[in-house]
């Protein structure tokens, strides 16, 4: 069942209280149709829904993401470019060394990181062929704005 919130109806056994696992599936699909319509502040959204299912993830986990856009795309993130501006193969290769890099990463954090690195991040990188460089700006501001919520949901 997707909705709006993000949850799904999965409960996970053997705990008092009842955990409602997060619809990846929806966040993916509601991301990717952000993105394709390149609607920013949609996206912003989304990275903030997905920081409150992920505050038992240690901020340093989640700054790892950050860390290895920014390796690649040290630039201020620029909304305005030409979407038809291509990715040279330096950084297309540079973007698919992104996908072991955060497996690598998140075999440390728990299994909400895990999930969504699998179900969101990992599907999203798998189209990184196909990236312009308008993408790898939505790329880099998605991972920036959700680590700018998942701290401030953190400390809350």
């Known amino acids: 069942m997707n909705n709006s919130s993000g949850r799904g109806g999965s409960q996970h056994s053997g705990h008092k209280k009842s955990y409602e696992t997060p619809d990846w599936d929806n966040f993916y699909t509601r991301l990717g149709d952000s993105v394709k319509q390149r609607k920013s502040s949609a996206v912003i959204k989304i990275a903030k829904e997905i920081g409150k299912e992920l505050t038992a993830v240690a901020t340093t986990q989640m700054r790892k993401f950050l860390d290895e ?20 193969v330096n950084y297309k290769n540079k973007l698919a060394i992104l996908r072991p890099r955060f497996a690598y990463t998140v075999t440390k954090g728990n299994r909400d990181l895990k999930d969504f690195y699998m179900k969101v991040l990992d599907k999203w990188l798998a189209g990184a062929d196909a990236f ?9 501001l998605f991972i920036e704005s959700l680590i700018a919520y998942h701290r401030v949901d953190a400390k809350n």
Request: charged share 40%.
């Open 69 to 88: 856009i920014v390796k690649i795309h040290p630039e201020q993130i620029d909304l305005n470019i030409d979407e038809s501006e291509e990715l040279d």
């Open 132 to 140: 312009n460089k308008l993408d790898l700006e939505y790329l880099h």
